[in-house]
């Protein structure tokens, strides 16, 4: 954890404020990016990155292939696809900008001669972006990385509209910050909690909420330091659905759904719900409104708070990543200088 981290007094009202923070992460990651554009032009958009600054590709790739019909594609690995090339871009992302997965990653693509884009509030990658001249998005530093969504994935939308990749959204991100201001967030979320208690969180998505169905899982063992998995229709169906057929008391499944899915797809979730109940608890969660943006992000705001919530009811501490600062440690032989590698 960095120093400034470390000397945080309430570290529960510390998390929360950062979700109530979000609309101003938003504003303040467009006024940042309110001029920088892309200066080539690129075939496809990829993202790297690992943790708590890789899902903030994730959720771009849903977005952009959905509602703009770009080839978007989002890896957590050393390196990417084999046909990366010249005519892609490449955006790496890392809070803390020394990530080993991310800096393998730039080399990867500095090598295949891609455009790339760097996101980062400090660190090596910094470093690298001065000496080779990259595009570089500057982050506000002191904050746990899984608390950057906004500032990562509304700076990348400013850049794209600056670049005519994809039209202006000022009118949606307006409409995304009244959404995630909504008092009753909170409401939903303290209702929720009380469902899971005891139990481990299985959380099943529409096809595309399932990097929002990952965020959940992600918050779940972050802040909550507990157990969660995900998964999403229709795949689920096809092996998961299975394990249904014993009861399972000790888990309680959390259907996040799109009231605009198809209907084959409402269907197919109301016959899986069907058999889930036989012996597990549910909460269906039909996400509504014009804006895909709006319910994507008014769901991240609801699973952070229900993490952080979560954590309070069981008595845990929400900040700190002590096993993953450790295995930092470990693997990379450093000592705890409160300077690790963590995204």
Not at 13 to 33: G, H, S, W
Not at 68 to 91: E, M
Not at 98 to 111: A, Q, V
Request: hydrophobic residues 35%.
């Amino acid at each position: 954890m960095s120093d400034s981290l470390s000397k945080v007094k309430n570290p529960i009202k510390f998390m929360e404020t950062l979700v109530d923070e979000m609309p101003n992460q938003i504003r303040e990651a467009r006024k940042n990016c309110s001029e920088m554009l892309l200066e080539r032009r690129f075939n496809e958009i990829v993202f790297f990155g690992m943790g708590g600054s890789g899902i903030t590709g994730d959720l771009m790739t849903e977005y952009l292939t959905r509602e703009h019909k770009i080839r978007a594609y989002s890896f957590h690995d050393y390196s990417g696809p084999f046909w990366l090339s010249k005519d892609s871009l490449a955006v790496i992302l890392s809070y803390s900008g020394n990530t080993e997965e991310s800096i393998s990653c730039y080399n990867f693509s500095k090598k295949k001669g891609s455009q790339i884009l760097i996101l980062s509030s400090d660190g090596n990658l910094k470093d690298i972006a001065k000496r080779d001249n990259v595009p570089f998005v500057k982050l506000d530093k002191g904050l746990p990385p899984r608390s950057t969504i906004c500032l990562m994935f509304f700076s990348l939308l400013k850049i794209l509209e600056n670049s005519a990749i994809i039209p202006n959204q000022d009118k949606e991100v307006e409409l995304i910050i009244r959404i995630i201001s909504s008092r009753s967030i909170k409401n939903n979320t303290k209702k929720l909690v009380e469902k899971i208690h005891g139990k481990t969180p299985l959380i099943y998505a529409s096809p595309h909420l399932k990097a929002v169905a990952y965020r959940w899982k992600c918050q779940f063992n972050e802040n909550s330091k507990r157990l969660a998995f995900c998964n999403y229709f229709p795949e689920l169906n096809h092996n998961e659905l299975e394990a249904f057929s014993d009861s399972h008391p000790e888990y309680h499944v959390i259907i996040l759904s799109d009231e605009n899915d198809p209907a084959s797809l409402k269907k197919r979730i109301e016959i899986t719900k069907k058999y889930i109940t036989m012996g597990c608890s549910l909460t269906h969660i039909m996400l509504k409104g014009s804006s895909f943006l709006g319910k994507m992000f008014y769901a991240i705001a609801l699973g952070d708070y229900t993490s952080i919530y979560q954590a309070v009811h069981d008595n845990k501490n929400p900040l700190p990543v002590k096993f993953i600062e450790e295995f930092k440690e470990e693997m990379t032989g450093k000592k705890k200088d409160g300077n690790l590698n963590i995204d």
